[in-house]
Every structure is written in C-alpha cells, then in structure tokens.
C-alpha cells in the first residue's frame, strides 16, 4: 500500500511538473504559442464539463481533432444552453468537481500542444445561474479572479479565459466587462483575457466573438456558425422545439447543415484565417445537452451532414427535427480543415 501511495505521489508531482510547457501569448496584434505565430483553429465544447464521462470523451478525442488541424478547444466552468453545468458555487469559489474536469482538459491539451478557451460565466438560459441571484459585480468579479487564481496555482499557461460569454451576465445584471478584466488582471497579468461583450474593453487583451474588432489588438471569432441558416442558426433554426414546448429542453436539428450553409462556413472560415487571429467552430452536435436521450455532447465527428440531391432528400434537414439524423455531425467541417491547412504539428516551448 506504501508503495503504491509513494507512486501516485510521484504522478501527481510528474503531472504538476509538465503542466504549463505550452504557453499562449500575444505580441502586438498577433498570437504566439511558444513563442512561434499562431492562429486558433478550434472547436467549441462548451457542455464537456457536464459528466466525466464527457470530460472523458473530450480528453479521448484530442489526439483525433489534432490530427485534423484543430488546435484549440473552448470549455466553459459555467452554463451553457441545455447544459447546466455548475461550475461557481454561490460564494463564487470554483466547484471542485469542475475545476478538476477542467484540470484533465487543460492538462490533456497542453500534452498535446493544444490551448483551451477557459470559459467563466456563461448566463444564457440555463440553470447553473438558479444558485447565483445574490450576486453582484463584487461577486462577479470574484469568480473570475478565482479562475485565474486556480489558473496560475496550477502553472496552465496554454489557456485564454473569456469571462463573460457574449456579455449576458453583463446584459442581464447591469455588470461591467472592464471590471471583470481587470479583476483577471490584478490576479496574475500574464493570463490573457479576452472581451466578449459589446462593451468598450481597453483593458482587454484581445477581443473574441462579440467583441469590437480593434487595429491595437487580435480578434477572432470564438463562436463561428454558418450563414445562409434557415430562421438563423442560433434561433429558430436549433431552437424551434424549445421555443413551442418549455418541456423539451436541447437543440432542434442537431448537427444538420444544408449544402449552402456548409458552403458558407468554410469561405468564411478561409477568409476569418488570413484576415483575423483564429476561427472556433461553434454546432448544436459539439454543444448540446443529454436530455430527450440524446446522449450529447458528442465530441465524434459524426458524419458529413449530407442529405442527397433529390428534392425529397434535401428537406431532410427540416424533418423529424428533434431526432438524430443518421448522417448529422460535423465530420465535412473537420475534414476541410485536415485538407486545407493540415494536422496540428506544434512547437515545443523554450
């Protein structure tokens, strides 16, 4: 027993000694991982923190999105949509059963020469807000700082941390992103932060998403969808059973593109990767939640989302809209990227 006590000591201490040798910067208007210029090509897994079985699916499908040119992966310690992970607890310290799913992420990646979106509030419709009514920006602030506190404690220097997710906890509560920032900021400033609000942030050190696009600073889009969406990609279109019936509780259409919707994400893509600083693949089939049996997150690239040529099998996308469809997934995005930029193959620190 001694022996095997004194072992896992020494895992734990190998692991703490590993962590950080891969490290996320900025210099100027562009990002640097290790030192060599980077642009962020990624997926969103906003709901990987909901079991450790999807920590675990996540982890096991590194290795599979690296060898397709992903070198990023965005997790959130709360919300998201359909999710409710409860990542704050109500004094707006860091629940230790998330923060040690997040630890295996940003462990895992940093293996892998990967950097993780460090995800902070996310206030949207979910539950992991029920708890959290009392707070203030004091509170607020607090978690954010604590993230970045844990951050730093542990050495993870392959991480970006967005503290506010497309400003709602700002829109619904009155809170300033500045405030935020510069609470990440007093903690420790070479933990990069990013502005994901319409607010003015001067302090920030890039913009992502809703964030303005600055000429001092990087911008990249965090939360990338197709255009040319039926009814909008985040509305109607992967929301319409949930907007009739409040007791559904996921995504409508999951993992569904049409031919020109695919179509439209990948020139936007292209033209985002020589324009900006990165471009993260947001998709009900990477996000959603477990309920009405779908079992998500799924983080298996599915399939090509191709529905045929007749007239009768291209408005397959519009039937049966709360199933599965056999061929949905995100598998054409992730194998246009493999072609057209490559496996992720990244340097080593120092």
């Keep these: 027993m001694k022996a095997i006590f004194t072992a896992l000591i020494c895992l734990c201490v190998c692991a703490a000694c590993l962590a950080g040798q891969h490290v996320f910067g900025i210099k100027g208007t562009k990002l640097f991982l290790n030192e060599q210029a980077f642009k962020i090509i990624g997926v969103r897994c906003s709901n990987a923190l909901i079991s450790d079985r999807t920590t675990e699916q996540l982890i096991d499908s590194l290795d599979l999105y690296k060898s397709y040119g992903v070198n990023t992966v965005s997790v959130f310690f709360m919300g998201s949509r359909f999710g409710d992970v409860k990542g704050y607890r109500p004094d707006a310290s860091l629940d230790p059963v998330y ?13 892998k020469g990967m950097v993780v979106i460090v995800g902070c509030l996310y206030w949207s419709l979910s539950k992991a807000k029920e708890n959290l009514s009392h707070w203030t920006q004091v509170e607020a602030n607090r978690a954010v700082a604590n993230a970045v506190k844990w951050l730093v404690a542990n050495k993870y220097r392959n991480v970006l941390v967005d503290p ?24 420790d400033r070479s933990i990069l932060v990013a502005n994901n609000t319409r607010q003015k942030a001067l302090n920030s050190d890039l913009n992502i998403h809703f964030g303005p696009k600055e000429a001092t600073k990087p911008w990249l889009d965090s939360e990338a969808t197709p255009g040319k969406t039926p009814g909008g990609y985040w509305s109607r279109f992967s929301k319409q059973t949930y907007q009739q019936d409040n007791t559904y509780y996921n995504y409508s259409r999951i993992g569904r593109y049409t031919a020109e919707m695919k179509a439209d994400q990948l020139r936007t893509m292209r033209q985002h990767l020589e324009q900006y600083s990165g471009y993260v693949l947001a998709s009900t089939w990477l996000q959603c939640g477990p309920a009405q049996g779908v079992e998500g997150p799924f983080t298996a690239l ?10 009768e099998e291209q408005s397959a996308w519009n039937r049966n809209i709360d199933a599965v469809h056999s061929d949905a997934g995100v598998l054409w995005w992730f194998e246009f990227v493999k072609k057209t930029y490559g496996p992720w193959q990244p340097s080593i620190a120092g």
């Design 99 to 111: 923060m040690n799913r997040m630890a295996r992420v940003i462990e895992a990646a940093d293996e």
């Design 164 to 187: 506010d997710n497309e400003g709602m906890a700002g829109r619904d509560r009155g809170w300033n992103v500045e405030a935020l920032i510069a609470a990440a900021h007093a903690v």
């Design 302 to 311: 599915g399939g090509r989302s191709d529905f045929g040529s007749s007239t």
